[in-house]
């Protein structure tokens, strides 16, 4: 590559390799002959030792230095003369420097041609410098130009979206201003019943709350529409007002099933919405119109029901039916108490009587049943609910449930059947929950109004009855018989006709008065057995009065009601009484011997009876020889006493379960040692033998 530039270059580059290598030799030479010249020549300056500045801690350190170093261990430790080692060494560097000198000429001209090449690179780079330069230069512009395009794209796409906001919201409100021809024509043209007609409608509404809320923006556009929505607005209220008041005048006509037209108008309940936000005079002339009328509907068929009614109540000839439920509870059965309500017309042609709390049921579930569903229709049509629902309920309703309250409260005036009275409360009772469960309040006020007729009337006649008994006079009721009297068995009904309606609702002030009431016929019955002269006659009257309150309070009260434990434990009483009773003229003497003998012998005084003999004799004898007979004629006498023949029996096993208990005391007491040696002992009946012999007595029914 050398020999390319210089033979490039021509003569003037040899010329100049030439010179450049005649210059290195004549540096070469000259400082050889610096180096021949004698040393005094040499200045050192601040290395001269010779001079006075020179400091000898300072040598010292140098002279430790250099003979830490390894080269002077190595000749120290060979004992080399260091004179003639240095002069060695001397010799040895100028060689080297000699054959040093040799190779840059020998290379002298290679150096010459690398440094042509070095400056030929040179002046390459230059040009590549310059051309980056230029390169940097066009690739500035180039940036400055992207960011002005950059800012650029950035401003347009600003004014694009700008631009599109506008045309969205121009587009929409052009859209909301113009009134299509559809529009037009279906709303001047079709039937308010058609689809295309209510749908059209809700883009008419639209239109005039849009052109609503730009007139209070002051927006010029909207004058341009105004007259034309509101001669539609105005076509569209005629036709809606029209068509309603046609639905509600056909509710008048006679035999009209009005939920029909009802249900018609819950379909176009969007009607009343448009003329409540448009036109709201025209929206109150329907409201009222409604309103009246629905009124006059409501009123006239339910008075014209109520006093259908009335004509298949059946009259009271006998004041027991008062005290009796018989079939009456059945009004509360969840079968009969949501049925079917009762047709007059259909009853008096069958010859049918209902009691009145069967009537009551019937008008009061049809008013349940209409209420429930002109509340749901008010609420949903007219967009009402809470106290304006309420309201408007009560201008339709009110009316025909004051008629309703005026009835009752001239029925319950005059009553005395305490059981329809109960019977009606808990219809009611029942009426408010299914009211609750549907969450319709509307009824609520009645049901509370009906309550506070009906239970102050219930209270006053349970308390007549109770003090009617207190004053009953026993002497004042005729010959008395042992039979069951007809006042205990008209209190045993009506008792377990309250307590078996009270049993779903519980009342404690009925309770109460039950209370109150039992203890007054409880009264009665002491006071009438006391008309008996005899103890066994006033036992058989009280035992036969007790067991059929009883048998009738189980029909229907619960087992472990306060009057059934009550009656329960006055029977087991009088009944346990009267066993005695039966026993004392048969066999009184050994049941006061044995009674006798047990309380001596509970005080180990036994040993007084030991001269008895005579009496027990008599009694072993007299028992043995009379027993059966005297059963026979304790258990006929018995089973004749009690008109219960259940309850007879039971007395009967009683008796004779009592007096095997005394003959097998009877036996105790002779088996004790004072009575060991009596010869009387051996007539004893055998107590197995007696059981069985009495089990032949005992009554099968």
Known sequence: ?????????????????????????????????????????????????????????????????????????????????????????????????QASIKDYIKESQNIASLHNQITA?????????????????????????????????????????NRQAVRSQLSQLVDELVVPG????????????????????????????????????????????????DRLKIKAVTKIREFILQKIYSFRKPMTNYQIPQNTLLKYRFFYQFLLANERQVAKEIRDEYVDTMSKIYYSYFKSYGGRLLKVQPSLKSRNTIFTLGQRGGVLSPAELEGPILIP??????????????????????????????????????????????????????????????????????????IAVFLCIHVILRFRAITAK????????????????????????????????????????????????????????????????NQTFPNERTHTLLGQLQVEVEHFVLKMAAEFPSRRDQLIFLINNYDMMLSVLMERAADDSKEVEGFQQLLLARTQEFIEEILSPPFGGMIAFVKESEALMEKGQLDRLKNEEARITQLVRGFSSSWKQSVEALSQDVMRSFTNFKNGTGIIQGALTQLIQYYHGFHKILSQPVFRGLAVRSELINLHHLMVEVKKHKPNF
């Open 1 to 97: 590559m050398a020999e390319a530039v210089v033979t490039g270059t021509g003569c003037s580059d040899v010329n100049t390799a030439v010179n450049s290598t005649a210059n290195a030799m004549a540096y070469l030479q000259d400082e050889m002959r610096h180096e021949s010249e004698p040393a005094s020549a040499l200045n050192l300056g601040d290395l001269d030792i010779t001079t006075d500045e020179f400091i000898l801690d300072e040598v010292d350190i140098h002279i430790q230095a250099n003979l830490e170093d390894d080269l002077v261990k190595e000749a120290l430790k060979t004992g080399v003369d260091l004179r003639q080692y240095s002069k060695q060494v001397e010799t040895e560097l100028q060689r080297i420097e």
């Open 121 to 161: 690179c040179d002046s390459i780079l230059e040009r590549m410098e310059g051309m980056l330069s230029g390169f940097q230069s066009d690739l500035s512009s180039i940036s400055s130009e992207i960011q002005t395009l950059q800012q650029q794209s950035v401003s347009m796409n600003v004014r694009l979206k």
């Open 182 to 229: 559809a529009m037009i024509s279906v709303i001047l043209e079709c039937a308010v019943t058609e689809q295309e007609f209510l749908e059209q409608l809700h883009e008419l509404n639209n239109k005039i709350n849009f052109a609503k809320e730009l007139s209070f923006r002051e927006t010029l556009a909207c004058s341009d529409i105004q007259d034309i929505v």
């Open 345 to 418: 017309h259909t009853a008096q042609r069958g010859d049918c009587r209902y009691p009145y709390e069967t009537l009551f049921r019937s008008q009061h579930y049809a008013l349940l049943d209409n209420g429930c569903r002109e509340f749901l229709f008010l609420s949903d049509f007219f967009m009402v609910a809470g106290n304006s629902a309420l309201d408007l309920f009560n201008c339709i309703m009110g009316k025909t449930l004051s008629m309703f309250l005026k009835s009752m409260s001239t029925y319950v005036s005059d009553c005395y059947d305490s």
């Open 438 to 501: 549907r969450n319709i309040p509307a009824l609520d006020k009645y049901w509370e109004a009906v309550l506070e007729l009906l239970w102050p009337r219930f209270d006053l006649i349970l308390e007549l009855n109770i003090q009617s008994i207190r004053n009953t006079d026993p002497q004042k009721l005729g010959v008395l018989d042992t039979r069951p009297h007809y006042i205990t068995r008209r209190y045993a009904e009506f008792s377990s006709a309250i307590v078996s309606i």
